[in-house]
């Protein structure tokens, strides 16, 4: 199915798809929680909330989805994770090299024209030629991360994509390379329903809490997985929850996409949250009308509220208020229209 459309393929997820999967035995992973399915309560992690006034309000109002996907790595359609690996340790392994060279040369350079410059004037000629050469090359190597566009790209690569789920066709993309050379080895396609969704809590060498994660393995294999980090910064185990929440709603068809300000110029590209939007009467750009302390106040109120789900309450979907955000003139329009139903 090409991108580009706002259709959904035949080979979406939903929900419901759970309940027909085939039986998997879960994996025995240490320190790792089974978590719910369809469980659904509405919340975002604080990564795709807090601090997102300026992001929102800097943005362009009629950000199509390829534009907002070059923004957040996220659009209507697909979550984008890259890895920059190759062009961080390829620059960092020729500046080494690089210098090295030079050094040698140089060195190299200083004690053989002590031994042989005095004798031998010819073989020095030969000598220094190629000490030069050697240090010209090390230089090159130095400068290569300096140099204008393309060529650094030509030699370290750039940024390239790693996981993909895909909210448009219902697939979970996992693109593998060659260690250090990030050369693409072979690219992983899977339904996001073959995944088991896990909460794990990230342990120190020493034994201390270090934040925690959620990995999602595939029912058959646990060397096909992925997991939140490179997606969101999960700041606690609440954060840990509500992204489990947040994915499942954003991949589930049957649901609206999250409503978070990373999604507000292209929730209506996507068919079912035009249909939702429109019913629930939620306004355009529901988060660009709030001033920043509005949005931190609305911030707040949700890690509230997932701090007391993960606390264990059984609370209903958190709700979001979008009558306060209505202009004077929609809710005149709004009362008249609910006046007109109601006669």
């Not at 035949?10 to 399915?37: C, F």
């Not at 997985?225 to 068809?253: C, E, H, P, T």
């Not at 606390?311 to 709004?334: C, I, S, V």
Request: charged share 20%; proline share 6%.
């Amino acid at each position: 199915m090409e991108e580009s459309s706002n259709t959904y393929a035949k080979t979406v997820y939903r929900g419901s798809l759970w309940e027909e999967q085939s039986p998997y035995k879960p994996h025995t992973l240490s320190g790792m929680i089974l978590l719910p399915h369809r469980d659904y309560r509405n919340v975002n992690p604080s990564t795709y909330t807090a601090d997102m006034y300026h992001i929102i309000h800097n943005s362009e109002d009629d950000l199509d989805d390829e534009k907002c996907l070059n923004s957040y790595q996220f659009n209507s359609k697909i979550i984008r994770t890259v890895t920059v690996s190759r062009s961080l340790i390829l620059p960092m392994m020729a500046t080494i090299c690089g210098l090295g060279l030079c050094l040698v040369s140089i060195l190299s350079l200083g004690f053989e024209s002590y031994f042989y410059y005095s004798t031998n004037s010819i073989k020095s000629v030969d000598f220094i030629s190629n000490y030069v050469f050697l240090a010209l090359a090390g230089l090159f190597l130095f400068c290569i991360q300096f140099m204008p566009p393309p060529i650094p790209k030509i030699f370290f690569g750039g940024v390239v994509p790693h996981i993909q789920v895909s909210r448009q066709t219902g697939m979970v993309t996992i693109w593998k390379y060659v260690p250090i050379l990030g050369i693409k080895r072979k690219t992983i396609i899977i339904p996001f329903s073959e995944f088991i969704p896990y909460l794990h809590h990230l342990v120190t060498p020493t034994g201390t809490g270090a934040g925690w994660n959620v990995i999602l393995a595939h029912k058959d294999s646990r060397r096909i997985s992925f997991g939140a980090i490179g997606m969101a910064n999960l700041k606690s185990r609440g954060d840990a929850l509500a992204f489990w929440d947040f994915l499942q709603r954003y991949m589930d068809v049957e649901q609206p996409l999250p409503d978070s300000p990373v999604f507000e110029t292209v929730r209506h590209l996507d068919p079912t949250t035009k249909a939702y939007d429109g019913t629930v009467g939620r306004p355009a750009k529901y988060w660009k009308r709030m001033t920043k302390a509005q949005i931190d106040r609305r911030s707040d109120e949700m890690a509230m509220y997932i701090e007391r789900l993960a606390n264990g309450e059984d609370l209903p979907p958190f709700e979001f208020d979008y009558e306060a955000m209505l202009t004077p003139h929609e809710q005149k329009q709004r009362k008249r229209a609910k006046k007109n139903s109601d006669a």
